[in-house]
């Protein structure tokens, strides 16, 4: 993120992990306590991120940020630019990578985008607040159906998925297993995220 073609502003860092994340990028770093089960995890820190952002008056724009994931450059303003006209903008062609198997998945939405690859206008975060669900994980979803909002899908893709990495266990896979197609010798994640590649596959499940 600190490699962004356009500066952000401020970067909320919600962390609930049992070794605490070291920020040394100016982030504004939200420590919550360990151990609940991972849906409950997600709705906690969501509410205590968005809670954080709605208190800063200087808010203008919101974008999730997930740490398992790579975003390319551009990504942030490639998204601004459909903010400065809609209220609710995301990539619908999506690419998904499992490093453990060193596959790959190809994803277009036609109606949403994944959370990773969602951005909204400030003045919606009551509303998000108000679609956030312990019981389903599935905020994406909800938020492209349910916000009565100008809504924004682009055709473009700057965020890759990355799955089966070491960790928690992840709450959705973006695909299924026979979905699946093999990228044996990495040389499909090497273009897709260049000097990024052998870190993705560092932290890969080992089988």
Known sequence: MNRQSLPWANWIV?????????CSLGQHHLSLSS???????FARSLRAGLHELGEMPETEFVFFIEDDDWYGRNYLASLVVALMKHDLVGES???????????????????????????????????????????????DLRMWRQLKCSKH???????VGLKAQVGRPGL????????LRPDREGTLLKSWLGRDAPQALEFAIKQ
């Open 172 to 179: 959705a896979w973006g695909h299924k297993p026979n979905e």
């Open 153 to 159: 899908l682009q055709p473009t893709s700057h965020c």
């Open 35 to 41: 151990g609940l089960p991972p849906a409950e995890s």
């Open 93 to 139: 062609y999506f690419r998904y990578y499992n490093v453990s198997e060193k596959s790959y998945h190809y994803c277009g939405n036609a109606h949403h985008a994944a959370l990773c690859a969602t951005a909204f206008r400030a003045a919606l975060i009551p509303d998000v607040l108000a679609l956030v669900d312990e019981n389903d994980v599935f905020l």
């Open 14 to 22: 919600v962390d609930d992990g049992t070794v605490q994340t070291e």
